[in-house]
């Protein structure tokens, strides 16, 4: 695997589509060109939350994986997404993704309702390990908030990061005590881990603690401002760190309002109304957003691209 995989910027990319559900392969290629061109872009995340794998067909997933690598910058990584329903799906997914030309496939854990911590922190750690020993490709970890039923606790991420071929964990726990203490933990067990922050809220002080990376869909959206923050970042500029946090609080507030599980849908309004995307049709949001709240990220965006 390359040195430079999951560093600095991954982009977590939006999937548009037409009105009638299609998939806008014409606005795929205007996104996949504004958002992906950035010195600091390493890598492209497709088939993600961002991406509405979960309503996308096995067909769909493979020809996004394919479209991608048709239109990424040579020497990028490209990094597949498997939102599984269970570890016999996500290994289906994972040979497929690997068939089609994923570089690095990131497994998005399951909640296992019913069980028992320990017993649950097993079958997290044996969903990883069997994907890995189905495919030859290398792995991510996608860690979702504390709140969430399908989180790992610290001790289960510190058990995956020692897994085969594991290269990187997208840690998004929502919490800087627990992302801390699972940046501690999993570079124990495994000193080559790549930790990416990618909890919109706590950009800037994680990065303070230490970060490889950015993994974000925000960046499909404002791929300019997040590169300002990971070279300050990389540059250990804390007043520039500030400038890039000052520049993006207005459009992370728009995006990532309550309910947060809107927040690609309103990427995509933002990058519909900025005329990238002929429209903002989502298979899995429904919400109707009002004039003050497209307002509020034509504003933000706006905010974050004076940065540059």
Known sequence: MNSHWLRRLTVATILPFHADGRIDWDGFTRVLGYCTTQPEVSSVFVNGHAGESGALTPDERAEVIRFTRRHMAPGQCLVAGLVARDTADAVEQARQAQDSGADVLTVFPLEFPGLEAAARSQAQIAHVRTIGEAVD????LFQYPFASPATHDTATLAAIAALPRLLGIKEGSDSMTLYEDNLRATKAANPGLLMLPSNFDWFLPQLAVGGDGILSGLASLAPQALAHLWRASEARDLNAMRAANDALYPLVRAVYALPRSDMYARIK???????????????????VFDDAQRAA????????????
């Open 297 to 308: 990220l034509r504003h933000g965006l706006a905010h974050a691209r004076a940065l540059a």
């Open 137 to 140: 490709t290398p792995l991510a």
């Open 269 to 287: 309004v933002a990058l519909h109304d900025d005329g990238l995307i002929r429209s903002a049709f989502s298979r899995t949001c429904k919400t």
